[in-house]
């Protein structure tokens, strides 16, 4: 009865041994992890916070070009109402453009997953289209789809008949491109996910009976949803505050936000600039507030928990 007892307690005292030993091998695996990415994040931190910081310092009129300083919302003020449309309009353009992108992109990877000609032949149109510049697929895209571009051209349409795509009322041209852009970049990244954990399950299910909608509603898409939230906050924050193809493509007025703070930015009138660094800001704010709500998303993902 005693050895019984005895070796109970050596048991239980091994097994705790072996559970601290792999908690304390998991911590130190975490810190050198930190360790490693630490001097990238601080360097980030560096140039993006002192960025940030520079410009909120600005827009509050503490380090203005001219004049005195002084704490002030002038900045916020002075184009206010060409502020609130332009919040309004660059909302638009960004949620259009990454619910377009995440759906064409969905698809796509579904298509690049089956692992048969036409998905490489949609694998290889994708990795071609990610190095394109936003600048020379803006320029493509308004050669082709402007009242005098090629298509119009090609199909003998007047220009007077051709829809206003490229400076039109939707800003049309300018969710096109992006969606062509970033559709491509949410294929690769999902179907680098479902590459390695769809066929398993995929399988599996299909061996229980499940029919192939109940496989893809029930595996591959829970399985892509943490890829597809984060491509879409990426998505998001690029488009929100991306210059050139708005301005390319769009319409004088009114102005998304990144070409109102250009605007600004570059203005013959010097006290033009905290304006500029107020519309930086409040860009900033917006996507911080994305990101928060798209990682409160991801949370609640059952691969997360």
């Known amino acids: 009865m005693a050895r019984s007892g005895a070796r109970a307690v050596g048991t239980t005292i091994t097994a705790l041994d072996k559970q601290a ?12 992890s930190i360790a490693l990415v ?8 560096f140039v993006v916070g002192g960025g940030i910081g520079f410009s909120l310092v600005q827009s509050l009129g503490l380090l203005p070009l001219v004049g005195e300083a ?7 003020v002075a184009n206010g109402d060409d502020l609130v449309r332009g919040i309004g309009l660059s909302l638009a ?11 064409i992109g969905l698809i796509a990877a579904l298509v690049i997953t089956q692992g048969r000609t036409t998905g490489r032949v949609v694998a290889g149109l994708s990795a071609l289209t990610i190095p394109v510049p936003h600048l020379v ?13 090629i298509i119009p051209r090609l199909f003998g349409i007047p220009g007077t008949e051709w829809p206003d795509i490229v400076g039109g009322t939707w800003w049309i041209a300018v969710v096109l491109e992006y969606t062509w852009k970033e559709s491509a970049f949410v294929a690769l990244v999902v179907a680098g996910v479902l590459a390695s954990r769809v066929a398993r399950y995929d399988e599996t299910a299909a ?10 509603r029930h595996v591959v898409i829970p399985l892509a949803r943490p890829a597809v939230i984060v491509s879409a906050i990426i998505i998001f924050v ?3 505050g991306s210059y050139e193809v708005a301005w390319l493509l769009g319409r004088p007025y009114p102005e998304p936000l990144p070409v109102l703070a250009f605007r600004l930015f570059t203005s013959i009138t010097l006290t033009a600039r905290p304006e500029a660094a107020a519309v930086a800001v409040v860009t900033t704010l917006i996507s911080l507030a994305v990101v928060a709500l798209g990682m409160a998303a991801l949370r609640r993902t059952p691969l997360w928990k």
């Not at 630490?38 to 931190?45: D, H, K, Y």
């Not at 002084?70 to 916020?76: G, I």
């Open 137 to 149: 697929g803006a320029a493509s895209v308004g050669l082709l789809l402007s009242d005098a571009g």
């Open 238 to 240: 690029y488009t929100l």
């Open 21 to 32: 030993a792999g908690v304390s091998l998991r911590g130190s695996r975490r810190w050198s």
């Open 207 to 216: 061996l229980l009976g499940a029919s192939r909608a109940r496989r893809l």
């Open 38 to 45: 630490a001097p990238a994040v601080l360097i980030a931190l």
């Open 93 to 103: 353009i960004a949620t259009a453009s990454t619910v377009l992108s995440c759906i």
């Open 70 to 76: 002084s704490l002030s919302l002038d900045a916020y």
